[in-house]
């Protein structure tokens, strides 16, 4: 007990403070904030306009014009990475939060309150989890019509069984805890426990799920754009250039490359700051 | 005799298991004085703690009464029994779980504060945290820590600060002392002890060991498979215990001073299965002194010397039958 | 009685990262042929610690052995190689551990868990060792026709007697049980005792017995070690602990128990906490909580003073005889 501690530190700033000792994950901040920052500054970064076609310089090889060298058409891919950007992070982190706060509130709620709440809400999502994930995101894509905004509601949609299934298993744990009982007896209202006593203490598993889910939203709202129900060519976005570039990975594997590159390390950044964020908010492992 | 504050009719609650219905706590009835402490005794799984949670209504009863100063608690709407809890608390057995690990001191105690006094302001509530951690003797300090950063006294100071901040009049101690060393267990009986001088306080004492509950209560019930089998005031138990269990109970107690070798009442087999019991005495299985009676009607609690017993054997007139049955 | 186990200047500590956890301080002790050894202490007194490096299996890491010397039948237990110790475990020195619960495998039945630790230290046949398996269930009072059944379709009382049964199948020379009836209810506790009497008087065989309950100790140890901040502060027969306590610590420790047999209208308690284990106190490590501390505590670790020929305490007071007494 060293006096420190008689300091009023505040739980958020303590947090913070610890994610900046992590260095991976301050690693993967960073990564993150140039990837954000890549998308909002497209127009000033991008050398040329993405669907800036060039029949005459088609599949060229990385070189000092173009740096990640120019697909079918001869649009220069770094640009179009560069634009990617901006609809592939959109699409990731909106869709994954729509799925988190949406799949997290029905877990929660299952979870906590059990009986036929709980069956219903669960059997709700049997179902949608016995429809892959991909399939139901195109038939929802399908019923709402293509587009940006349809994308991500599909693609969120598809994932809200999964967190879930996973905030549900958290709960149903950490309900039976005695702090809960606690809780309960001076009174406090089912709301307030769930948001202040429940959720938190299932942040872990929520964040390592969400930072693999944003892969995964990019992945399959490639898929989509792929089959037309996403992003209408030429519009950039990594999947769909992803799956574009796949009919010539033999020859011209640049062509994938770039676009795997970008989404692998999206992920790996999201993923080393949701293991740092995970630590960060755990205050057993305060030293 | 001052009037109860506290008083359990018949109460009953069942929960539904795949393999039937579980008898937790099956027609306890007692009443605990103002001011004084009732210890509930028994093993695990005989529905101690169960009584204590139904009693607060962590559980929902599934019958009988819960009266406080007269008033059937169980019958209370959500709202009116949120007005309740200031009154009743609870203290929980495990310092560990029992505490949000994501909330500092300061604001697990300051948390039911918030629930109650909407109109409080911050310094005002601070102010009130502080006076309870002093009271039960909590380093200010430690305002700002995290439960896992303190050893199991402090935290077990932690959890009766919560229980006392809102001004209660009954605390249900449920097993406050089993998770600490005996050093820091005596600390906290003591502690508890002084609280329920200062403030009045009304405890139902929920322990598994006896010494302990000898030590803090004014009287004893003692709880087997769901049913009170003796109640008496503490003096009276540990002299002239009358039920068979509460006599092997006693004499299970290892007693730590080498020159005493009291003759020790084994108890052959395990506790039944409070699962569908069958009739009759639920002790009877593992009885020394079970009679054809026992398995036939449950023994009623009875008035005998200064202890209310539940058993044949303390009952005339069924020993009186148990003879004849014996003789035919 | 012959000293067949003695360890001297046992050091163990637990390091992660740069903090050092002195979970075992210099510690001294010795074990006679048939004899019953309680180790007394609160949690985080290097009981349980002491009890691993006997059998040798502290986590390493975290887990290290600094120095000290742990002889067992007039071998240091600390220099011999994986292999040998191998040998000795369950053969020489067997464990119970607190928890039956836990300690039992779910997925192999009771009579092949017996099985199992005879066929690793005996030369027989699987047939030969089932029957032995049956034998030993015998022993513990369960039925030979139960060896066929799974741990969970036995209760928590009878789980703890097949681990006994487990730990006494290749009759060992040495049982250590770890808080052995911690988790069980007190009538259930009473049948355990009992029966780890009758296996005394039945094997000869010696045993630590490591709890927290003085009620115990006072039934089934013949001596007992008083732990403290890993050191033994009070060592002595079970009537010279009880009758004639010259540690302040020992004293403090009957205080805080209520008394069944008496009425008390407070306990009496020792203020403060058990230290810090990555930061023992100098000197006497009960000094800060000793009601009786002088200056010499503070700075001088206290040595062993001998009171009787089993008897000794390691304060500088242990000598004034009665002195409590009169307070």
Not at chain 1, 214 to 226: K, P, Q, R
Not at chain 2, 78 to 99: C, H, T
Not at chain 2, 118 to 124: D, H, I, K, L, P
Request: net charge neutral; charged share 25%.
């Amino acid at each position: 007990m060293n006096q420190k501690k008689e300091k009023r530190y505040s739980l958020t700033r303590e947090t913070f403070t610890r994610l900046m000792k992590n260095r991976l994950a301050m690693f993967g901040l960073f990564i993150l904030c140039v990837l954000v920052i890549t998308a909002i500054f497209a127009d000033q970064i991008a050398p040329y306009s993405y669907d800036q076609m060039d029949l005459l310089n088609a599949y060229k090889a990385p070189c000092k014009g173009h740096i990640f060298g120019t697909d079918e058409f001869g649009r220069d891919i770094f640009s179009r990475v560069v634009y990617g950007s901006r609809i592939s992070l959109k699409v990731g982190f909106i869709a994954v939060s729509i799925a988190v706060v949406a799949g997290g509130l029905l877990g929660a709620v299952a979870g906590y309150y059990g009986g036929w709440t709980d069956n219903l809400i669960m059997r709700a999502m049997d179902v949608i989890m016995s429809i892959p994930a991909t399939l139901l995101a195109i038939s929802i894509a399908a019923a709402l019509g293509a587009g940006l905004t349809n994308l991500m509601i599909a693609t969120g949609i598809a994932s809200i069984p999964t967190y879930a299934r996973i905030v549900r298993a958290s709960v149903l744990g950490i309900k039976e805890q005695e702090f809960v009982e606690a809780a309960r007896a001076v009174g406090t209202r089912d709301f307030t426990i769930l948001c202040k006593h429940i959720l938190p203490n299932c942040l872990a598993p929520i964040i390592v799920q969400a930072t693999l889910g944003v892969a995964f939203a990019i992945l399959t709202a490639a898929g989509l754009s792929f089959i037309g129900l996403g992003i209408e060519p030429p519009t950039p976005e990594w999947g769909a250039m992803l799956s574009n570039a796949r009919s010539y990975i033999r020859d011209y594997s640049y062509m994938c490359l770039f676009p795997g590159l970008a989404i692998a390390l999206t992920i790996f950044s999201l993923n080393v700051l949701g293991d740092g964020l995970r630590d960060a908010l755990d205050p057993k492992l305060r030293q | 005799m001052s009037e109860p504050l506290l008083e359990v009719r018949h109460l009953k609650k069942y929960f539904t298991t795949k393999k039937g219905l579980l008898h937790a706590v099956d027609d306890v009835s007692f009443s605990i004085e103002e001011g004084k402490t009732l210890g509930l005794v028994g093993e695990s799984g005989c529905g101690k703690s169960t009584t204590g949670r139904v009693i607060l209504r962590l559980h929902e009863a599934t019958g009988g009464e819960v009266l406080y100063r007269g008033r059937n608690i169980l019958e209370l709407s959500p709202r009116e029994m949120r007005e309740m809890r200031r009154k009743m608390q609870i203290v929980f057995q495990d310092p560990y779980s029992s505490l949000n690990p994501r909330m500092s001191v300061k604001s697990l105690i300051e948390e039911s504060l918030l629930q109650r006094s909407r109109g409080m302001s911050s310094a005002e509530r601070e102010q009130k945290v502080l006076a309870i951690m002093d009271l039960v003797g909590l380093e200010r300090r430690l305002a700002y820590a995290f439960p896992h950063e303190l050893d199991g006294g402090r935290r077990q100071r932690i959890g009766i600060a919560r229980a006392l901040i809102l001004e209660p009049e009954f605390v249900v101690l449920d097993e406050p002392v089993s998770a600490l060393d005996v050093c820091i267990q005596a600390q906290i009986l003591n502690l508890l002890m002084d609280l329920q001088k200062e403030l009045k306080l009304t405890y139902l004492f929920i322990s598994h060991n006896l010494s302990v509950v000898k030590h803090i209560s004014d009287e004893i019930a003692v709880m087997y498979l769901g049913k009170l089998v003796e109640k008496a005031d503490h003096e009276t138990i540990f002299k002239d215990p009358k039920h068979p269990y509460t006599k092997a109970l006693l004499s299970a107690i290892p007693i730590p001073d080498p020159t005493l070798h009291p003759e020790r009442i084994i108890l052959e087999g395990d506790v039944a299965s409070p699962i569908n019991p069958s009739p009759g005495c639920r002790f009877r299985t593992r009885c020394r002194h079970a009679m054809p009676v026992c398995g036939e009607a449950a023994p009623e609690l009875m008035q005998n010397g200064k202890s209310i017993v539940a058993c044949h054997l303390c009952n005339p007139q069924s020993v009186e039958t148990a003879r004849v049955g014996g003789q035919e | 009685m012959n000293v067949f186990l003695k360890i001297e200047g046992l050091t163990v500590e637990y390091r992660s990262g740069n903090r050092h956890v002195h979970a075992v301080n210099d510690l001294d002790l010795q074990l006679g042929e048939g004899e019953v050894l309680g180790f007394v202490g609160e949690t985080g007194a290097g009981k349980t610690t002491t009890a691993l490096s006997i059998l040798r299996i502290l986590p390493n890491p975290p887990a290290k052995v600094l120095g000290g010397k742990v002889i067992f039948k007039d071998q240091d237990i600390i220099q011999l190689s994986d292999r040998e110790m191998r040998a000795i475990r369950g053969e020489e020195i067997a464990m119970i551990f607190q928890d039956p619960m836990t300690s039992l495998d779910p997925v192999k039945t009771v009579g092949d868990q017996i099985c199992e630790m005879i066929l690793l230290h005996r030369n027989c046949s699987k047939k030969e060792a089932w029957e032995m398996a049956g034998d030993m269930l015998e022993t513990v009072g369960i039925d030979r026709g139960r060896a066929g059944d799974y741990p969970h379709q036995f209760s928590g009382g009878m789980k703890q007697r097949v681990v006994i049964a487990i730990a006494l199948s290749c009759k060992p020379s040495l049982l250590i049980a770890d808080e052995p009836t911690t988790a069980l209810d007190v009538t259930i506790q009473a049948q355990i005792l009992e029966l780890m009497k009758e296996l005394k008087k039945k094997y000869q065989s010696s045993m630590i017995m490591i709890t927290h309950d003085l009620g115990i100790v006072a039934e089934i140890c013949d001596n007992v070690a008083i732990m403290y901040a890993g050191g033994v502060l009070e060592y002595g027969s079970v009537m010279d602990i009880y009758k004639d306590p010259r540690h302040p610590y020992t004293r403090a420790l009957f205080d805080s128990i209520p008394d069944v047999h008496r009425d008390q209208a407070r306990l009496k308690v020792i203020s403060g906490l058990p230290p810090d284990p990555t930061d023992i106190p100098s000197g006497c490590p009960f000094h800060p909580r000793c009601p009786h501390c002088t200056e010499r505590c503070k700075t001088e670790k206290p040595e062993v003073v001998h009171l009787n020929e089993t008897h000794w305490a390691r304060c500088f007071l242990a000598q004034e005889e009665g002195r409590y007494e009169h307070e």
